[in-house]
Antibody, heavy 119, light 110 residues
């Protein structure tokens, strides 16, 4: 059974760095072809893809946010970590991690974690 | 990478069929057969409904079908039911090896 769960602070101040952890089970990110992405959704708005890390440690980032994002994995802990620097109120959103089904789809999602950016 | 374009809303009566379009470019939708569709009910995580343009995951009703022509993908829901009322998002792999989502469509069952 595949599960993913996001964890991190519910509230961050502007200019701070956000660190989110995705803890998963039911698969291994060391298995060839496995990939995990981070996706966010501001309240009442659309989904936005942020970053992806592959089983071979390849990393890919949203063009518009790549200067602020870092994605990493700890295979032994079954975790993927996303950091986002210089947080702004417009970054207020529910942040999801999701497992890829091959390249094109996200077949399992975490429940999401709401992050509010406010002073 | 610009978001894929979807209609803001689509509605239909129970039993009818509706189609949601998802328009991109040759660098995403038109260039790869890696289009997927997601259903999202309020307060819930998205659920995969279609992958690789037209494939349904196990457990998804066969009332949901997908297709693609050129730079536009489509999701059709046939035999519309009250439980289908939700937001729907398309997504595509891109030439930059990234992903892009659509603007989202609210489906209303009249």
């Amino acid at each position: 059974q595949v599960t993913l769960k996001e964890s991190g602070p519910a509230l961050v101040k502007p200019t701070q760095t956000l660190t989110l952890t995705c803890t998963f089970s039911g698969f291994s990110l060391s298995t060839s072809g496995m990939r995990v992405s981070w996706i966010r959704q501001p309240p009442g708005k659309a989904l936005e893809w942020l970053a992806r890390i592959d089983w071979d440690d390849d990393k890919f980032y949203s063009t518009s946010l790549k200067t602020r994002l870092t994605i990493s994995k700890d295979t032994s802990k079954n975790q993927v970590v996303l950091t986002m620097t210089n947080m702004d109120p417009v970054d207020t959103a529910t942040y999801y991690c999701a497992r890829h089904y091959a390249l094109g789809a996200f077949d399992y999602w975490g429940q999401g974690t709401l992050v509010t950016v406010s002073s | 990478q610009s978001a894929l374009t979807q209609p803001a809303s689509v509605s239909g009566s129970p039993g009818q069929s509706i189609t949601i379009s998802c328009t991109g470019t040759s660098s995403d939708v038109g260039g790869y057969n890696y289009v997927s569709w997601y259903q999202q009910h309020p307060g819930k995580a998205p659920k995969l409904m279609i992958y690789d343009v037209s494939n349904r995951p196990s457990g998804v009703s066969n009332r949901f079908s997908g297709s693609k022509s050129g730079n536009t993908a489509s999701l059709t829901i046939s035999g519309l039911q009250a439980e289908d009322e939700a937001d729907y998002y398309c997504s595509s792999y891109t030439s930059s090896s990234t992903q892009v989502f659509g603007t989202g469509t609210k489906v209303t069952v009249l």
